[in-house]
Each structure stands twice: as structure tokens, then as C-alpha cells.
């Protein structure tokens, strides 16, 4: 799955599913039962050129670490396979995939996973003790969140690689809960992914 939530706009900071270096997480004073409303960020895995590249060179260098080996990616109309060096910004690739054109590219292009979906659901997730995935509330718009059933998933629906949807994550603590950190309820986003090969 490609597909990723960003606490920023700018999609610097997805949020950790591992090594909770940037959580979705909030201090709550329970005493008084408090609530958090933040928008967040659905995007496919995406970087970004770090420098000018011709037709034919193989070797690219990525503004910040993104993709796996294997992967495909997409740079304006081309399709691009990452050979070696996933996970790192030094990537040695195979230009022009699927019989798409390998063509120059300026510096800051944008590299998506190569990847459409549709059917994108966000559903909160309790992964430890206590279930309080209810505690949770998602929404399209802020208008919705009232309205929105606490624990439900989130319709996100179709979404083309490029394209970054906003959505709302409210989180409510009941009156009287001891004052915390939460960290154990996640965001799961799933779809049908359509790979884009030529």
C-alpha cells in the first residue's frame, strides 16, 4: 500500500505506524473530558527530483528518502521503475517503464508511486488494550464531524496518484478519563489500487 497519512499540507510528516516518530497523538486532561479536531492529509508515497535529469540517466537523486526497490513511480508522463536503492534519496532506476516515453525532467518534478485507487476507507484502529476506537470521529469537512458516528469509517472514495484529499480527525476523551497521551488508536487507510503502467 502506497497510500499514506500526513499530519502537514505539505506532506513532510506521515504519521508512524512503527517507530512513532510522528504520531497521531494528543495529551488530554480527562478531568473535564476534552476533544481534538485536526485535519490530516490521504496522499499517495511521493518525493520529489532533487536536481535536473536527461532522457537517458539512471541514476536519480530524490529531495527525501521515499519507494522500495520494485516500485513504480510516475514524473510528469513517464513511468519509472526503482531498481536500487529504496528507502534512500540515491535511486538507480529503469527510465521510460511500460513503454512510456523517457524524457528530461527539471528540478523539484514531483515523484509519485504509480498508483490510482479507488474505494479509499479510513477507519480508526484500537491496537492495544481497551478498545477506544470510539473515542475517534472522522469526516470529509468539519461541518460533518457533529453529525459523523464516533468508531465508523470515513468514505474517502476515488483518488487519482497526484491528488492529496483532505479529511478530519476529531478525538473526544470521556469526562472523568486520567489524564494521557494517546497512541494506541491508528488511522487504516484502505483501497483498490489500479498501477499505472503506461
Known amino acids: 500500500m ?12 506521515p504519521i508512524s505506524e512503527g517507530d512513532m516518530t510522528s504520531p497521531d497523538a494528543d495529551s488530554f486532561d480527562g ?3 476534552e476533544s481534538y479536531d485536526r485535519e490530516l492529509f490521504l496522499a499517495n508515497e511521493q518525493s520529489a527530483l532533487a536536481g535536473q535529469i536527461d ?6 537523486t530524490l529531495v527525501r528518502p521515499a519507494f522500495r526497490d520494485g516500485d513504480l513511480v510516475i514524473v510528469g508522463q513517464e513511468v ?3 531498481v536500487m536503492g529504496g528507502g534512500t534519496c540515491g535511486i ?5 517503464y511500460g513503454g512510456t516515453a523517457a524524457i528530461p525532467h527539471e528540478a523539484g518534478s514531483k515523484v509519485y508511486t504509480a498508483c490510482d485507487y479507488t474505494d479509499i476507507v479510513v477507519a480508526p484502529v484500537d491496537i492495544s488494550g481497551t478498545d477506544e476506537s470510539d473515542w475517534c470521529t472522522l469526516a470529509m469537512r468539519p461541518e460533518d464531524l457533529p453529525v459523523a458516528i464516533p468508531g465508523d469509517p470515513v468514505y474517502i472514495g476515488d483518488k ?3 491528488e492529496t484529499v483532505p479529511f478530519m480527525r476529531r478525538f473526544t476523551v470521556p469526562a472523568e478519563t486520567p489524564l494521557q497521551i494517546k497512541r494506541d488508536v491508528k488511522l487504516r487507510a484502505s483501497g483498490i489500487a489500479h498501477p499505472i503502467r503506461a
Open 55 to 60: 532522457g537517458v540517466q539512471t541514476g536519480i
Open 92 to 96: 538507480a532506476v529503469e527510465r521510460g
Open 160 to 162: 487519482p496518484y497526484s
Open 2 to 13: 502506497t497510500l499514506h497519512i500526513y499530519l502537514d499540507s505539505e506532506l513532510t510528516k
Open 31 to 33: 478531568t473535564h473530558g
Open 80 to 82: 519509472i521503475k526503482i
